[in-house]
């Protein structure tokens, strides 16, 4: 299969990588349609009745490019959280802002810190940028604060990337020692604090935003993808100190987002009655998980995000054939982490209760002809 000559040599050298198959290519490969979507850490649940409301009444304007400055989306999370509206910068989803972020940072070989097993979209942006990948080792199912902190500091690295909580494994570190690693960097070190999941974690979990908020070393990514319910609309945003937000507007895709979408972030800002009902509908959901996962002699971690990362107690093969049997026999899609000893797990995203069903049902099938 030929291609264009003159790519870069780094393009070059790179495979061609997908961080994640989606769950419609696996209905294409496998030539079967999914019956319980609880792989992709959506939500199932849906965003608010009043949040499609607004989609629809935005449609009509669709033909409009968004606001290039997110102006009204900006003020509507400044007075939300409390910041400035300078301190926000705006992107199609986290995934695009880390991106940017790894752009603005990252030169030729420069060391990147994260965790091993950790979210690999990350990493994928690393490789695209030539970036040189420091990876420390979970320890107890949990990112090694100490572990990353003193890969910083051998590596001299620019930047730094941590989820809290964390995906895969849905574990989580308090708030005081976030901010204590924070306050521990070289300011010379970018330190991404991923917090896709904040508003399924425990407060305590979560620090408040004005005791990071001064730091101009550290970029704090949140997202409506996942309690909001909007992970197709692909709005997330970043704070920073204003002088480090305003650095996206030097590379960002100014007509990068939907005005659909932007519409559907703001009226999920404001509905913050049904954030509140969905996430009690998504920790009923772990629960319902963790209990599956016991009545079938398996391990549920805890977790603070909208999936449970299960321990199936053996190796990755066998947690592999899970997956592959779940999906193949009954149509129901979870996943896995992919590097050890975090692949001896598989991770089922939070839903709604006719996908529970199914799983309580599948599951032991599965387990039975494994066995």
């Known amino acids: 299969m030929s291609a264009f000559s003159r790519f870069t040599p780094l393009i070059q050298s790179l495979p061609a990588t997908i961080p994640f198959v989606g769950p419609e290519a696996i209905e294409r490969q496998r030539g079967r349609r999914i019956a319980a979507r609880i792989g992709a850490n959506e939500s199932g649940f849906g965003p608010a009745p009043s949040v499609l409301l607004a989609m629809q009444e935005a449609a009509g304007e669709t033909w409009k490019y968004a606001d290039p400055e997110n102006w009204e989306l900006k003020q509507a999370l400044a007075?939300?959280?409390?910041?400035?509206?300078?301190?926000?910068?705006?992107?199609?989803?986290?995934?695009?802002?880390?991106?940017?972020?790894?752009?603005?940072?990252?030169?030729?070989?420069?060391?990147?810190?994260?965790?091993?097993?950790?979210?690999?979209?990350?990493?994928?942006?690393?490789?695209?940028?030539?970036?040189?990948?420091?990876?420390?080792?979970?320890?107890?199912?949990?990112?090694?604060?100490?572990?990353?902190?003193?890969?910083?500091r051998r590596e001299d690295a620019p930047l730094v990337y941590f989820a809290n909580p964390d995906n895969p494994m849905g574990s989580w570190w308090p708030a005081d020692r976030i901010?204590?690693?924070?306050?521990?960097?070289?300011?010379?070190?970018?330190?991404?604090?991923?917090?896709?999941?904040?508003?399924?974690?425990?407060?305590?979990?979560?620090?408040?935003?004005?005791?990071?908020?001064?730091?101009?070393?550290?970029?704090?990514?949140?997202?409506?993808?996942?309690?909001?319910?909007?992970?197709?609309?692909?709005?997330?945003?970043?704070?920073?100190?204003?002088?480090?937000?305003?650095?996206?507007?030097?590379?960002?895709?100014?007509?990068?987002?939907?005005?659909?979408?932007?519409?559907?972030?703001?009226?999920?800002?404001?509905?913050?009655?049904?954030?509140?009902?969905?996430?009690?509908?998504?920790?009923?959901?772990?629960?319902?998980?963790?209990t599956i996962a016991r009545d079938n002699g398996l391990t549920p971690l805890a977790s603070a995000t909208n999936f449970v990362a299960v321990d199936c107690g053996r190796d990755a093969r066998y947690a592999r054939a899970i997956v592959e049997r779940l999906m193949s026999d009954h149509g129901v899609f979870i996943r896995m982490p992919g590097v050890a000893p975090l692949d001896r797990c598989v991770r089922i995203s939070a839903g709604p209760d006719a996908e529970m069903d199914l799983l309580a049902a599948s599951l032991p099938a599965v387990l039975k002809n494994l066995n």
């Open 179 to 290: 901010v204590d690693f924070a306050a521990a960097l070289p300011e010379t070190t970018l330190f991404i604090l991923d917090e896709a999941y904040s508003e399924t974690a425990p407060p305590e979990s979560v620090p408040p935003v004005e005791s990071l908020i001064d730091r101009p070393n550290v970029i704090r990514t949140r997202t409506f993808s996942k309690a909001y319910g909007l992970a197709g609309a692909r709005v997330g945003y970043a704070l920073a100190t204003a002088g480090t937000a305003q650095a996206f507007d030097k590379i960002r895709n100014h007509f990068g987002m939907s005005r659909v979408g932007v519409a559907a972030a703001i009226a999920a800002l404001a509905d913050q009655a049904y954030l509140t009902e969905v996430t009690r509908r998504i920790a009923r959901s772990r629960d319902r998980i963790a």
């Open 79 to 152: 007075a939300h959280l409390g910041v400035p509206p300078a301190s926000i910068a705006i992107g199609e989803g986290i995934d695009s802002l880390l991106g940017q972020i790894v752009r603005l940072v990252v030169e030729p070989g420069a060391p990147v810190v994260t965790s091993l097993g950790g979210y690999p979209t990350f990493n994928y942006h690393v490789a695209g940028h030539g970036g040189r990948l420091v990876t420390v080792p979970y320890v107890n199912d949990r990112e090694d604060l100490e572990g990353l902190l003193a890969a910083v």
